[in-house]
């Protein structure tokens, strides 16, 4: 997953633009599907939603270049990066705030490159929580776009099949109003990108 891919986020949360992304990873037990419940924990009640192009790797990559990038990628869906917040920022590391389980839907479909502009430029992403809209971006004002993401990760890492990049989420998060606004059971969060489908969930306690 990529931290702070929009400047419009960035600075909503006090932080300056970038000059490298930030990454952090994800759990299974954290991911749920379109429309399964996303689980408000016994241990806080500051859920926040976060709007998301999800990009899914079809094969082994390493090195990747401008040239062959996109050359990996299986196909596209949305995420709605689910985030505890008090819990993310307990230190400088927000992974314990990502991973609280049932907390990151994931769908609700694979869309092929074929069907999108190169690298899922220009596609308007969009959350709204009860209908009302709370994020409403594009993905042409990433700070770091599908091909710059997949290359600076590579020179790191092996990406493997199945392999999911989380590319970032733009302001209008809950954190950042006044007041907050949190995910609530009974609430239904909805993630949207252009040409890629609507992710929607249902919100519940943990038993």
Not at 15 to 20: F, V
Not at 66 to 86: H, M, T, V
């Amino acid at each position: 997953c990529m931290g702070l891919n929009y400047a419009d986020h960035a600075k909503e949360g006090g932080n300056a633009r970038p000059e490298y992304p930030s990454f952090f990873l994800r759990g299974n037990s954290s991911m749920v599907g379109h429309n399964q419940p996303i689980v408000r924990p016994k241990a806080s009640t500051q859920l926040d939603y976060e709007a998301e192009l999800a990009v899914i790797i079809g094969k082994q990559a390493r090195h990747l270049t401008a040239d062959n990038a996109l050359d990996c990628i299986a196909g596209y869906s949305c995420f709605n990066d689910g985030s505890i917040r008090n819990y993310q920022r307990k230190s400088s590391q927000w992974t314990i705030g990502k991973n609280f389980d049932g907390t990151g839907p994931f769908g609700p479909c694979l869309v092929t490159p074929d069907e999108l502009p190169p690298g899922a430029a220009g596609l308007r992403i969009q959350s709204r929580l009860n209908g009302k809209v709370m994020q409403d971006a594009n993905t042409h004002v990433f700070l770091w776009n599908v091909v710059e993401a997949l290359r600076i990760i590579t020179e790191c890492m092996t990406l493997e099949p199945g392999d999911v990049i989380i590319t970032g989420t733009p302001a209008g998060v809950g954190y950042a109003r006044t007041p907050p606004v949190w995910m609530a059971p009974g609430d239904v969060c909805e993630i949207e990108v252009e040409g890629v489908g609507i992710l929607s969930n249902p919100i519940v306690d943990e038993n």
